[in-house]
């Protein structure tokens, strides 16, 4: 879902094009740029590991994702983690900066659409801090970021951008535009995010409700509970 002032873009899931144009594959592509800002760089990802099996620690299961029971979500791959040297961008509008590594779960719903969960792990409990503090300003922006994006590809611009849920450390967001294909798929759609904040660990869930492929719509009264679920994790 939902700028980013970092200079450099990693590498990322095309969640949007994955899906819909390649079947049920994990793809990573390298994201020259973040959408709305304009910046440019290479992949500065680097050391990635052996995947673990199973569920990773720190992690909710596939059960346990937003509307798991209707969205029927599955794992794509086995969980990645891989150290980090720059920004890892999570939508057009927002990155996370200053991670030591990354652990990265992908998923795929019964209507093709995608799900994903984050690691961020620093080195310290201030620096974890930092990183959500930044990101809760990047999505402060969000909204306009992306009427900004829609306006220069589509020539008109819908997006809005609301803050669903809040809890110590947590902070659920949800918007809704026409996407701009790259980062996200084109079309109408629902974006969701989520982020908790434990000592030196950031988590991240995001998901898509495609209009075309998905109905009916999530209920966002349930994102508070998802962010307490996501902390307990982190505990």
Same mark, same amino acid.
């Given at each position: 879902?939902?700028?980013?002032?970092r200079?450099?873009? =990693?590498?990322?899931?095309?969640?949007?094009?994955?899906?819909?144009?390649?079947?049920? !594959?994990t !793809?990573l592509?390298t !994201?020259s740029?973040?959408?709305?800002?304009?910046?440019?760089?290479?992949?500065?990802?680097?050391?990635?590991t052996a995947?673990?099996?199973?569920?990773?620690? +720190?992690?909710?299961?596939?059960?346990?994702?937003p509307?798991?029971?209707?969205?029927?979500?599955?794992?794509l791959?086995?969980? @990645?983690?891989?150290?980090v040297?720059?920004?890892?961008?999570?939508?057009?509008?927002?990155s996370v900066?200053?991670?030591?590594?990354?652990?990265? *779960?992908?998923?795929v =719903? !019964?209507?093709?659409?995608?799900?994903?969960?984050?690691?961020?792990?620093?080195?310290?409990?201030?620096?974890?801090?930092?990183?959500?503090?930044?990101l809760?300003?990047?999505?402060?922006?969000?909204?306009?970021?992306? @009427?900004?994006?829609?306006?220069k590809?589509?020539?008109?611009?819908?997006?809005?951008?609301?803050?669903?849920?809040t809890?110590?450390?947590?902070?659920?967001? =949800?918007?809704?535009?026409?996407?701009v294909?790259?980062?996200?798929? +084109?079309?109408?759609?629902?974006?969701?995010?989520?982020?908790?904040? @434990?000592?030196?660990?950031?988590?991240?869930?995001?998901?898509?409700?495609?209009?075309?492929?998905?109905?009916?719509?999530?209920?966002?009264? =349930?994102?508070?509970?998802?962010?307490?679920?996501?902390? @307990? *994790?982190?505990?």
């Amino acid at each position: 879902m939902p700028g980013s002032t970092r200079s450099a873009a =990693s590498a990322r899931p095309v969640r949007a094009a994955a899906l819909g144009a390649l079947g049920v !594959v994990t !793809v990573l592509a390298t !994201v020259s740029g973040c959408a709305g800002t304009g910046a440019k760089s290479t992949d500065a990802t680097a050391a990635t590991t052996a995947p673990a099996t199973g569920r990773a620690a +720190g992690q909710l299961s596939a059960a346990q994702l937003p509307d798991g029971a209707a969205e029927g979500w599955q794992p794509l791959a086995a969980p @990645r983690v891989q150290a980090v040297t720059s920004a890892i961008q999570l939508n057009e509008c927002a990155s996370v900066q200053g991670a030591a590594d990354w652990q990265q *779960q992908a998923y795929v =719903s !019964v209507h093709r659409t995608p799900a994903e969960q984050d690691l961020f792990t620093f080195s310290d409990g201030s620096a974890a801090g930092a990183a959500y503090q930044s990101l809760l300003t990047q999505m402060a922006g969000c909204q306009a970021a992306s @009427r900004a994006l829609q306006t220069k590809s589509l020539g008109s611009a819908d997006a809005q951008v609301t803050t669903t849920a809040t809890t110590a450390g947590g902070t659920a967001w =949800s918007r809704r535009w026409t996407g701009v294909e790259g980062l996200s798929a +084109g079309g109408p759609q629902t974006d969701h995010l989520y982020a908790v904040q @434990r000592g030196s660990a950031l988590a991240v869930v995001h998901f898509d409700e495609w209009d075309a492929t998905h109905a009916p719509a999530y209920d966002t009264r =349930s994102d508070g509970a998802l962010l307490t679920s996501i902390a @307990r *994790q982190l505990a």
